[in-house]
T-cell receptor
Framework: AQSVTQLGSHVSVSEGALVLLRCNYS??????LFWYVQYPNQGLQLLLK??????LVKGINGFEAEFKKSETSFHLTKPSAHMSDAAEYFC???????????FGTGTRLKVLA | EAGVAQSPRYKIIEKRQSVAFWCNPI?????LYWYQQILGQGPKLLIQ????????DSQLPKDRFSAERLKGVDSTLKIQPAKLEDSAVYLC??????????????FGPGTRLTVL
């Protein structure tokens, strides 16, 4: 069965610093991978997704993620954190058989002034 | 384009009471999903509809949870009777495809249920 592991349930960065949120997946076939962001008391908003093709994917709000098949990773990065980036981030993989989304447990990002 | 709408946004009930949540997906989206998100966890799929038929309800606790999607548009998720462990955010999502696919899912704001 496919699974998603997000390392670090809480990450703190200073404003202006690099944001790196880690996601590793297990899949026996090429996966579709997603990053969603959830602000307090809101639903999930799609940041970016990888389907096929270019392994570096650019998303909204300056975020990007790189699909690395050899490392089974899809880490999310942003060069310079902004206070408004404080939220919870979820990595998800689309199951190859049923196409169901399998979510990680989330990483809560805190941005320090 | 209007997003996925859900109501109510918040609900507090006592255990053993019943509750219903409503979802209106993005216009034209054939597939609708209900997820349960317990605090500190990622969303877990409860049920998936394709038009008005159930595609997957393998993780729906059918002794107390029920859902329907009449006319292939709006959907209602019901819990009867509620238990303390049902306290969670219930998210509705929709996607365009009318069959199995990896279409992007778009999420509503969720309903936060507290069971006392």
């Amino acid at each position: 069965a496919q699974s998603v592991t997000q390392l670090g349930s809480h990450v703190s960065v200073s404003e202006g610093a690099l944001v790196l949120l880690r996601c590793n997946y297990s899949s026996s076939v090429p996966p579709y991978l997603f990053w969603y962001v959830q602000y307090p008391n809101q639903g999930l908003q799609l940041l970016l997704k990888y389907t096929t093709g270019a392994t570096l994917v650019k998303g909204i709000n300056g975020f990007e993620a790189e699909f690395k098949k050899s490392e089974t990773s899809f880490h999310l990065t942003k060069p310079s954190a902004h206070m408004s980036d404080a939220a919870e981030y979820f990595c998800a993989v689309s199951d190859s058989g049923t196409y169901k989304y399998i979510f990680g447990t989330g990483t809560r990002l805190k941005v320090l002034a | 384009e209007a997003g996925v709408a859900q109501s109510p946004r918040y609900k507090i009930i006592e255990k053993r009471q019943s509750v219903a949540f409503w979802c209106n997906p993005i216009s034209g989206h054939a597939t609708l999903y209900w997820y349960q998100q317990i605090l500190g966890q990622g969303p877990k799929l409860l049920i998936q509809f394709q038009n008005n038929g159930v595609v997957d309800d393998s993780q729906l606790p059918k002794d107390r949870f029920s859902a329907e999607r009449l006319k292939g548009v709006d959907s209602t998720l019901k819990i009867q009777p509620a238990k303390l462990e049902d306290s969670a955010v219930y998210l509705c999502a929709s996607s365009l495809a009318g069959g199995p696919s990896r279409d992007t899912q778009y999420f509503g704001p969720g309903t936060r249920l507290t069971v006392l």
